[in-house]
């Protein structure tokens, strides 16, 4: 019995840490700092920027734009505990002027503010995100993904981060002129 506890506990616990993404789960697995200060630096995000960060978790991305940057964000989340306490650590940092988080789908949300888009979803989402990305963003804007590229979109820029989790890649892609 105890070994039976120690394979399935595990795997309980995997599934219970997944966020919920109409039609996709996506585990709630944490970028690490060093990793989130490597995708601002990537995007050269600046407190000109609008960053959004799509399925933002406890909302550490946003958080250290508008801290870190002097950048505005918001942060797009579905599990509403995590929308809380994102909003509660930003008013607490004394940022909730400078960022915002919703409780909101990442299909239906509009992205047209946003100067820089983070991601950290699936290989699947990146996919299909990508011609919302590329229909609502302006030309020049930045995406920055944590390990997943985006099918036959080149990146423009590929980077490998070392972190105590391990080593990352990350991928920028600049949104093109439209023709």
């Not at 840490?17 to 490597?38: F, H, I, S, Y």
């Not at 399925?55 to 809380?84: F, N, Q, T, Y």
């Not at 306490?85 to 992205?111: I, K």
């Not at 989790?165 to 600049?174: A, D, I, P, Q």
């Amino acid at each position: 019995m105890g070994r039976a506890r120690a394979i399935v506990g595990p795997l309980l616990l995997g599934f219970a840490a997944c966020a919920r993404v109409p039609g996709q789960e996506v585990p709630d697995v944490r970028t690490p700092l060093v990793v989130v200060n490597e995708m601002l630096r990537l995007a050269s995000v600046s407190a000109d920027d609008m960053v959004y960060d799509l399925g933002s978790g406890d909302g550490r991305i946003v958080i250290a734009a508008a801290r870190d940057r002097g950048a505005r964000g918001v942060g797009l989340e579905i599990d509403p505990a995590l929308v809380a306490e994102s909003a509660e650590r930003a008013r607490r940092l004394g940022l909730a002027d400078r960022v915002s988080f919703l409780r909101q789908d990442l299909f239906e949300a509009d992205l047209r503010p946003a100067t820089v888009v983070t991601l950290y979803l699936s290989p699947d989402l990146n996919r299909r995100l990508r011609p919302k990305l590329l229909s609502e963003l302006r030309p020049g804007a930045r995406i920055v993904s944590h390990s997943f590229d985006m099918g036959d979109w080149a990146p423009t820029r590929i980077l490998q981060v070392s972190s105590n989790e391990g080593s990352h890649t990350l991928y920028l892609w600049v949104v093109p002129a439209r023709r």
